[in-house]
């Protein structure tokens, strides 16, 4: 069975973007991309919120196309051309980047029959209030996290307030040289 996978850039004090919704503080060098892609290069999916695959929609379908495309952006590019793009929304009514689903309304089941169907891993990158629902609704597998030594103060928080302990296995952390660490947690 698929695994729903939490791929996020957080601060030290659990933070996905700033108090006025920046993230120029993620540290993102190859360092970081060499930690990630093969997190990418096992999914073939990623489920995103309206506002996120907006945003995402806006960039990504030419970006590994562009002449002076990084190494990065050509990966990533070419990994969400045939990714299957999952949109959980209520007030999206269509998309055309090929390749997307919407799915509106209770996320239990939609993510139950998305783990049965074959394929790889389930990415959810970014979209904030639907990581805190995913989470708080206990539909994560595994928590890909990159924490960066930055401590915001405010902002949007990654793990939701009032929820219930949940216990995580660490499968591994990674100190990266920029002072960058990648952990990776499963559920038990």
Do not use: C
């Not at 695959?53 to 002449?67: H, I, L, N």
Request: without cysteine; charged residues 20%; proline residues 6%.
């Amino acid at each position: 069975m698929r695994n729903v996978v939490l791929l996020e850039h957080v601060s030290l004090d659990g933070y996905l973007a700033g108090p006025k919704g920046e993230m120029d503080w993620i540290h993102v060098d190859d360092d970081v991309w060499d930690t990630v892609h093969p997190v990418i290069d096992d999914a073939d999916a990623v489920i995103w919120g309206r506002v996120t695959y907006q945003m995402m929609a806006g960039y990504w379908p030419t970006a590994a196309d562009q002449p002076d495309a990084s190494r990065h952006d050509i990966h990533h590019g070419r990994w969400l051309r045939d990714a299957t793009k999952i949109v959980f929304s209520n007030s999206l009514k269509a998309s055309d980047w090929p390749n997307t689903r919407l799915v509106r309304g209770d996320p239990i089941p939609a993510v139950a029959s998305l783990k049965r169907e074959p394929g790889k891993n389930i990415l959810l990158i970014g979209s904030v209030s639907l990581a805190q629902t995913f989470i708080r609704l206990g539909l994560i597998d595994q928590y890909r996290l990159t924490v960066n030594p930055v401590l915001l103060g405010a902002g949007a928080p990654l793990f939701p307030s009032g929820g219930s302990q949940v216990g995580l296995k660490l499968v591994e952390a990674k100190a990266l040289q920029s002072g960058v660490v990648a952990l990776h947690y499963e559920r038990p």
